[in-house]
């Protein structure tokens, strides 16, 4: 009677002696380790094509406006005691494109005080005219009146017009915008 020991194989042992075809059915360790090295590899393969891709394609969206100061007029090109509209133009990044914009603003002043006024109506955005005579500015679309500082006299309008930050440099008027 013959004894035979029982003996185990391990893994890399398992394969000695075997054909090559026999060789090539993998055990499923095997297997599932290639599986793993495999699916690293392609995830590290579409990491490095989608990520600037993507970095490509939303950077313009991640760019916050720019803030900063834009010399708009002169003091001394400003009428005392009543508003003045004045256009002034900004580069600006639109998407991938950077291009000068237009844009008009009233500046009233008063003696040494200067404000600027937005002409965008705070109701519904139409563009406010001012009126020289009842140094007002009224909205053509709805009949919204306001007084010479911005502040609601009559009409649908929420809220005063909108005043931006601004101050006076060597005789320069600086207006603080964000693009
Ligand atoms: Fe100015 Fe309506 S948009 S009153």
């Given at each position: 009677m013959s004894h035979q020991p029982n003996k185990k194989e391990c893994e890399c042992c398992?394969?000695?002696?075997?054909?090559p075809l026999e060789q090539e059915e993998m055990s499923p360790g095997r297997r599932k380790m290639l599986g793993a090295i495999v699916a690293v590899i392609n995830v590290g393969i579409v990491g490095a094509i989608v990520g600037p891709v993507m970095g490509f394609v939303t950077s313009p969206m991640n760019q916050r406006g720019k803030k900063g100061w834009v010399k708009?007029?002169?003091?001394?090109e400003i009428p005392d005691g009543r508003a003045t509209e004045i256009r002034y133009s900004m580069r600006t990044k639109d998407g991938y494109h950077v291009v000068d914009r237009e844009y008009s603003i009233y500046v009233r002043r008063d003696g040494e005080q200067v404000m600027c006024i937005d002409?965008?109506?705070?109701?519904?955005g139409c563009r406010v005219e001012y009126q020289v005579d009842r140094d007002r500015f009224l909205c053509p679309c709805h009949g919204g009146v306001f007084d010479k500082?911005?502040?609601?006299?009559?009409?649908?309008?929420?809220?005063g017009l909108i005043r931006h930050l601004v101050k006076v440099e060597g005789g320069n008027i600086l207006l603080h915008r964000e693009v």
């Open positions: 398992k394969d000695l002696g075997k054909s708009i007029a002169r003091i001394e002409p965008a109506c705070t109701h519904l500082h911005g502040g609601v006299v009559s009409g649908p309008p929420p809220k």
